[in-house]
């Protein structure tokens, strides 16, 4: 069975600031890992993914997340916050192949100006 | 190379009347996943279907939900007798066929809202 748990549902940093989003995950399987970002009335845009190569993975707009199977996770960071950042961001497992998608609950990040 | 659409981006329906959002995949995507996120939550997966199968609909309502994946043409997500509580955004993703590698990444639409007045 798989699940995914996102720590925090708000975030809230100052603009300059890093971020930090946390996500705690289980699987029976190797897993694939996702974060998405969501802006207001908009689709889903994947940042970046996990998919059993290196541990630190490096996706869009500066964001990155490292894989801890130790501690059976997948925490977003970026080292200094934009404005244009403010978004829900979604953690998601899944297993090979994509069949069974798991998706977070979610982490609303404020940016302060 | 056109993303995921769906239309119709908004959809006003009174209760009792029946809702029909469509969703056309990427091209050379032949996985389609339907989701539903109510205000303020999370996505919920509702459906997975591929060309003419429903693969996985564990995620929908037992009565007056449908989806359907035909051989030609856009998957449709359908609700007979809207109620309130169906007022939602529901996204459609999309991700490459079995034949080609695929890592789970899906591929989202804008989604379509529903409101049930």
């Known amino acids: 069975a798989q699940s995914v748990t996102q720590l925090d549902s708000h975030v809230s940093v100052s603009e300059g600031t890093p971020v930090l989003l946390r996500c705690n995950y289980s699987s029976s399987y190797s897993p694939s890992l996702f974060w998405y970002v969501q802006h207001p009335n908009k689709g889903l845009q994947l940042l970046l993914k996990y998919t059993s190569a290196a541990t630190l993975v490096k996706g869009i707009n500066g964001f990155e997340a490292e894989f801890k199977k130790s501690e059976t996770s997948f925490h977003l960071t970026k080292p200094s916050a934009h404005m244009s950042d403010a978004a829900e961001y979604f953690c998601v497992v899944s297993n090979t192949g994509g069949f069974k998608t798991i998706f977070g609950a979610g982490t609303r990040l404020f940016v302060k100006a | 190379n056109a993303g995921v659409m769906q239309n119709p981006r908004h959809l006003v329906r009174r209760r009792g009347q029946e809702a029909r959002l469509r969703c056309s995949p990427m091209?050379?995507?032949?996985?389609v996943y339907w989701y539903r996120q109510l205000p303020e939550e999370g996505l919920k997966f509702m459906v997975y279907?591929?060309?003419?199968?429903?693969?996985?609909e564990s995620g929908m309502p037992k009565e007056r939900f449908s989806a359907e994946f035909p051989k030609e043409g856009p998957s449709i997500l359908r609700i007979q007798q809207v109620v309130r509580g169906d007022s939602a955004a529901y996204f459609c993703?999309?991700?490459?066929?079995?034949?080609?590698?695929?890592?789970?990444?899906?591929?989202f639409g804008e989604g379509s809202r529903l409101t049930v007045l």
């Open positions: 993703a999309s991700s490459p066929s079995s034949g080609q590698v695929n890592t789970g990444e899906l591929f």
């Open positions: 091209k050379g995507h032949s996985h």
């Open positions: 279907l591929q060309k003419e199968n429903i693969i996985d």
